[in-house]
């Protein structure tokens, strides 16, 4: 048995409603999975509301919140899947809003490799690195557990999970780095980083966590970089898919990483008026 209701408040004088509210289940046609569905367009005080929870998992599949004259199109929603993460779109405004989210996915630009690091260069990376925990726990300091649960964008992972992944990144990252200074071209393992946002601990611990963890591990990374030489930089390992790579390119990578994330949080607070 499966309910909708809808609530419509007119004026009128006006032709469209002032207030709409669409609350029950919604059948999402390409899964044939029924989805619970909150949506509120309030043209009186020009906000829009979605919200679209997946039942069997009680994740939230879509959440949107803006004022309304920013939302563009009520078209029928569907579900889409890409790179084995569910996104949700409203069908509409594909084109807008696939150029928006790659624009949310990487809100500080793309990762570019570098090279040839000078002191002064590898020593800012380095104190990059040095604060990203302070700067992801300020990030995230002061949310609820309403928006600790809330994707960063469309089809994106919670707030809660982006903490949790990069304690899941920077463990491997600092493992890699003492590979390669006590190995010769050892070869790293891969993780599937997906897969390891979905477990258990990565979706529903608080971030405090993996802020702690991250504390613990970068004070140990970054004690470990500031005692390498241009020459420990230039050690290499070997990367099943990427081939051979350098410490001092990774030196970049991880530099880049933690603002990266720390920045999905810091805009997404933005976006939503968040404190
Ligand atoms: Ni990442």
């Keep these: 048995m499966h309910d909708k209701i809808g609530l419509k408040a007119r004026d009128l004088k006006r032709k469209k409603p002032f207030l709409e509210v669409i609350s029950g289940d919604d059948l999402h046609r390409k899964s044939g999975v029924w989805m619970k569905i909150d949506r509120v367009i309030d043209r009186a005080r020009n906000w829009y509301r979605e919200m679209v929870v997946d039942p069997r998992t009680g ?31 409203q069908t509409k405004t594909q084109e807008s809003e696939d150029s928006m989210a790659s624009d949310l996915r990487y809100p500080i630009g793309k990762f570019q490799w570098e090279e040839n690091l000078n002191d002064e260069r590898r020593r800012v990376l380095i104190d990059q690195i040095a604060e990203t925990p302070a700067k992801m726990r300020a990030a995230v300091m002061g949310l609820n557990e309403k928006q600790l649960e809330t994707p960063y964008r469309e089809g994106g992972w919670t707030v809660q999970q982006v903490v949790h992944h990069l304690a ?9 780095f003492k590979l390669a200074l006590t190995e010769k071209e050892p070869t790293i393992k891969p993780y599937d980083q997906e897969r390891w946002a979905e477990t258990a601990d990565a979706r529903t611990l608080p971030p405090e966590v993996s802020l702690t963890l991250l504390d613990s591990l970068h004070g140990r990374w970054v004690t470990l970089l500031r005692s390498m030489t241009k020459q420990d930089f230039l050690r ?4 099943p898919e990427l081939g051979t790579v350098t410490l001092e390119r990774y030196l970049g990578l991880y530099a880049w990483h933690g603002r990266h994330h720390t920045a999905h949080i810091t805009e997404l607070k933005q976006r939503m008026g968040w404190k």
């Design 59 to 89: 994740k939230v599949v879509h959440h949107c919140e803006e004022p309304l004259t920013q939302h563009h199109g009520h078209g029928s929603a569907r579900l889409k899947e890409n790179a084995g993460v569910s996104a949700y779109r």
């Design 168 to 176: 899941d990144s920077h463990m491997n990252a600092y493992v890699r």
């Design 236 to 239: 290499i390992l070997r990367h």
